[in-house]
């Protein structure tokens, strides 16, 4: 009996086992000639035209007309040498000369034009809508734009990158006329479809393991050597990595090379001295969109600007970022970094806030906004508005733990205003819901101030359709100003736009920036030194879907091997060689270990049952 | 012929559990409040255009009635489709048939190693008083852990601290998948912490069931009466040990066929890669394609596993054989 047992323990262990075995070719990565990366979503799909889940895709596979630094605002000339409006209503890109697909065919103005129309066929872009009437190629390296009536040059603008929404990746005509587009959105680009995945970049598509991890293979032949100098790793390996935790210990251990997870970094750094972030001071990481606090300005008495001017003067980023989320000190006025460096001096940003502006933590003034509305307190001290107590509903994510914090602070600094507010946490899905149908009185979001212009940021806020306008402000004037501000390329008449917009948002206080809200990001100088930081923003590593040409690619394509001198390559090739022996030594004899324990459970009662007899 | 009835009978049984299961597993996530295409285009940073919503309600057939969606779903799931994840941008069948393994690989041994060294030693427990003694409290304790809690503790002191095992992964980060003997050997010391942290907390709450029950038989009628005739201890054990079973192999095929529903925790801890936390996501995030998907292959799986066992049991029992042919 015991036998039969024992025979089919083995056989259960070794059938779960070998069930799993999916016939590859094994492979080695040398640990210094390969970035180690992590998402905590799984790799499971390579779509580039939607974006999946595969870190350069976008970016290092597929290369855009123009990369958008996000922590600057500047857009760098990639494929396109230059892109210009050579008429009113006509862009000129001319393309880089020498430009290849990784199949060794040149990459010409046909496949821009193949790849602006293929995006509308699928219905993932509507150009008719930006008025684009023609896309026409000149010659070999020159297409041209032709737009009827006066185009939306802030608009196009971000059409140049990709994104969501927005934006394409340039994709070869020779490879994609033969598929339908309607059947693009629900390929994964996998398996047996990963043969169309050729793309003009630095990097291949090399194995993904669904769900998994994908592997990235340099592509030696790139065009852009030449340009841009040769990527120094040869294979990216993301890897799927759920939880911070797990993330953290891998860092400290130097197996993630660079990863966008929440981690105490200065107690990674404490057991790593490799690890380095964008700053070395609080918050480390770099500091990108503030998050808004929106008001639904439909709905009395949000609907009162001099009210939503007492809430913007009660509250305090500082006491924010201290006790609550890690964050930066926001301005008044919605841009995140890279817009405030770009713009704050052109649009003399202090002088705007010190003429319009609320100031934050300035409680007293507050009070006395609020009581001149004859918002008498009540007699347990909260404020009254037509005879009712004010009860402001905050909406927020019931997942996201720095805005349920931020959310507490802020209920905690409008009580000293005497407003009461409550905290209603939602799904995700659930909360985006209440926002477009305007049942909440105030929500947090940063949808609108994660843009990458000016324009873009104060069109998603501001304008009556804008797509992070949830607080659905309307202010005729605003609008008057987008409409001109859509119809200019002239930078000093974009910064005048601006300081209009701002003056507007800053009395109309449609909604108020209550921190600035991080990327998380760290990287690991062991293997792969160079990495962007806030002395050298090259670019920014984001790990989401669709962000690869907003700096990320940037960032990849920036790094260097740690110690180029021969010494020190001596080095790492030795911690290289020592570390997979020292793993598989372990394992090996650990195997015994665990099987072992076991048995020795199992026999203990055998033994004490015979002591018995 | 009885046995015939008795199998007809289940049949129907389950085969109107099985569409009531399902046709709630597809109305449930669709109850909850939120637009699941919101969700999926926010998670990524992006305010979407409403032109952007339209077209992938389109692309997930939401834009039709919720009668013909129903009926999409059953045509398309006849037709062996299971539809498309919205979270992860891939065929359901595709992420089950690439995560589901290495949940089985991890709890299909430790769920049926757990519930034969439970039941052995529950069994002992149950006659030994002396042995009793010492083991219970040892039971109690390993049955009140957190699945995580245990786990983590075995990544702390054994992964981290020790650093005896790895404790990250199903495999090497430098590998992939495939029959070579580094692979083999990378993935099975990467099994046991995520394993043993499974079986072991199992074990204790097996052994409990057994004890009490191998307690409960050894005072029933029967064994009294074996005990009247002279019988040896060992031929009363032998009776209240089929007797004691019973539950336990119920509790067996329950476990089972949750199986397929995956460790949440083990995989989060261990950073294994399995179903049970892509469902989790799923869930957060209204993907009602792959809820759809994972629910029905657990619905499946427990139907089978219970039918497996009325089966069995008309075979092992004997009550329960002779209760359906007879009435």
């Given at each position: 009996m015991k036998r039969y047992l024992a025979v089919a323990l083995v056989a259960v262990v070794l059938g779960s086992l070998f069930g799993l075995a999916s016939v590859s070719a094994a492979s080695e990565f040398p640990r210094n000639e390969t970035l180690y990366t992590a998402n905590s979503a799984p790799p499971t799909n390579a779509n580039p035209f939607q974006g999946g889940?595969?870190?350069?895709?976008?970016?290092?596979?597929f290369e855009p007309l123009f990369m958008l630094n996000f922590m600057t605002g500047q857009l760098k000339p990639w494929l396109a040498e230059s892109g210009k409006w050579v008429e009113p209503n006509v862009f000129e890109v001319v393309l880089r000369p020498g430009l290849t697909w990784q199949d060794g065919k040149p990459l010409t103005a046909e496949d821009v034009k193949f790849s602006f129309e293929y995006y509308q066929e699928i219905g993932l872009r509507n150009w008719s809508k930006l008025g684009l009437k023609e896309i026409k190629v000149v010659n070999n390296r020159t297409v041209d734009f032709i737009f009827s009536g006066t185009p939306n040059y802030q608009l196009w603008k971000l059409q140049l990158f990709y994104g969501w929404g927005q934006g394409v990746l340039i994709i070869p005509e020779h490879i994609f006329k033969n598929i339908d587009p309607k059947e693009i959105p629900k390929m994964t680009f996998l398996g047996d479809e990963q043969k169309y995945l050729v793309g003009s970049g630095p990097y291949k598509l090399y194995e993904v393991v669904q769900g998994q991890k994908s592997i990235l293979i340099r592509n030696d032949n790139w065009w852009g050597i030449k340009y841009?100098?040769?990527?120094?790793?040869k294979y990216i390996i993301q890897l799927y990595v759920k939880d911070n935790a797990q993330a953290a210990n891998m860092f400290i251990k130097g197996d993630l090379d660079v990863g966008t997870y929440y981690i105490d970094i200065v107690k990674a750094k404490e057991e790593n001295p490799y690890l380095v972030s964008w700053l070395d001071k609080p918050p480390y990481f770099p500091p990108v969109a503030p998050v808004l606090l929106y008001f639904n300005t439909k709905k009395p008495p949000m609907d009162n600007p001099q009210f939503r001017r007492a809430i913007a003067m009660a509250i305090n980023p500082k006491q924010i970022i201290t006790n609550g989320p890690i964050g930066g000190m926001p301005s008044e006025i919605p841009f995140g970094t890279g817009l405030l460096s770009k713009w704050a001096d052109k649009i003399d940003l202090q002088g705007l806030i010190k003429e319009y502006g609320w100031q934050y933590g300035n409680v007293e003034e507050a009070n006395k906004i609020l009581d001149q509305l004859g918002m008498k307190r009540d007699s347990n001290g909260w404020r009254t508005y037509n005879g009712k107590e004010i009860v402001l509903h905050l909406v927020t994510c019931a997942g996201c733990s720095d805005w349920i914090s931020t959310a507490e602070i802020i209920q905690n600094q409008l009580k000293a205003i005497g407003i009461k507010v409550v905290i209603d946490k939602y799904d995700w899905g659930a909360m985006m819901d209440k926002y477009h149908k305007g049942d909440f009185d105030l929500g947090l979001h940063w949808a609108g101030t994660f843009q990458p212009t000016a324009y873009a940021v104060y069109n998603a806020l501001l304008s009556k359709d804008g797509v992070a306008n949830f607080g659905n402000f309307t202010d005729p004037q605003a609008q008057q100003i987008l409409d001109e501000f859509a119809k200019t390329t002239d930078p000093n008449k974009e910064a005048q736009y601006i300081k209009q917009l701002s003056e507007i948002w800053l009395k109309e206080v449609p909604a108020v920036p209550v921190y600035m809200a991080t990327l998380f990001y760290e990287a690991n100088?062991?293997?792969?030194?160079g990495w962007p930081n806030a002395q050298n923003p090259y670019g920014v590593p984001i790990f989401w879907a669709k962000y690869g040409t907003w700096g990320t690619a940037l960032a990849l394509l920036g790094v260097k091997p740690a110690g180029s001198s021969t010494t020190s390559t001596a080095q790492t090739a030795a911690t290289s060689t020592s570390s997979p022996t020292s793993t598989t030594s372990t394992s090996s004899g650990k195997s015994i270990c665990g099987p072992a324990a076991i048995v020795g459970l199992a026999v203990i009662p055998l033994l004490l049952r015979r002591r018995r007899k | 012929m009885g046995f015939r009835r008795y199998m007809v009978r289940k049949v129907v049984v389950y085969g109107i559990t099985f569409v009531f299961a399902v046709t709630l597993n597809w109305l449930l996530p669709r109850l909850m409040p939120g637009n699941p295409i919101e969700a999926m285009v926010s998670r990524s940073g992006g305010a979407a255009s409403s032109q952007l919503i339209k077209f992938y309600e389109e692309v997930y057939g939401l834009n039709q009635p919720m009668w013909k969606q129903f009926l999409n779903f059953w045509v398309n799931l006849f037709h062996g489709d299971l539809g498309y994840s919205m979270l992860y941008n891939a065929p359901v069948s595709s992420i089950i048939k690439h995560a589901l393994p290495y949940d089985i690989a991890i709890l299909l041994p430790a769920i049926v190693l757990s519930w034969l060294v439970g039941n052995w030693l529950g069994a002992i427990a149950g006659k030994n008083k002396k042995y009793d003694r010492y083991t219970m409290p040892l039971f109690y304790f390993l049955a009140s852990m957190p699945y995580f809690w245990f786990a983590m503790i075995l990544v702390y002191v054994v992964g981290v601290k020790l650093g005896w095992l790895p404790y990250s992964g199903a495999y090497a980060p430098d590998l992939v998948p495939s029959l070579s003997w580094t692979f083999i050997k990378s993935f099975l010391s990467h099994w046991i912490l995520p394993f043993l942290s499974l079986f072991i907390v199992m074990i204790g709450s097996w052994a409990i069931g057994m004890r009490n029950m191998i307690i409960y038989e050894l005072e029933a009628d029967y064994v009294r009466y074996l005990e009247a005739l002279g019988a040896s201890e060992k031929l009363m054990t032998k009776h209240a040990y089929r007797n004691a079973i019973l539950p336990q192999v119920t509790g067996l095929a329950l476990q089972l066929g949750m199986m397929v529903a995956g460790a949440i925790a083990t995989e989060i801890v261990f950073n294994y890669p399995g179903i049970g936390v892509l469902i989790m996501n799923a869930a957060l995030n209204q993907d009602y394609f792959l809820l759809q998907g994972a629910f029905l292959i657990v619905v499946i799986s427990v139907l089978a596993a219970n039918f497996l066992i009325d089966i069995v049991y008309a075979f092992i029992d004997p009550r329960v054989r002779a209760s359906y042919t007879e009435g």
């Open positions: 889940n595969i870190i350069g895709l976008d970016g290092l596979i841009f100098g040769k990527p120094a790793p100088t062991k293997y792969w030194t | -």
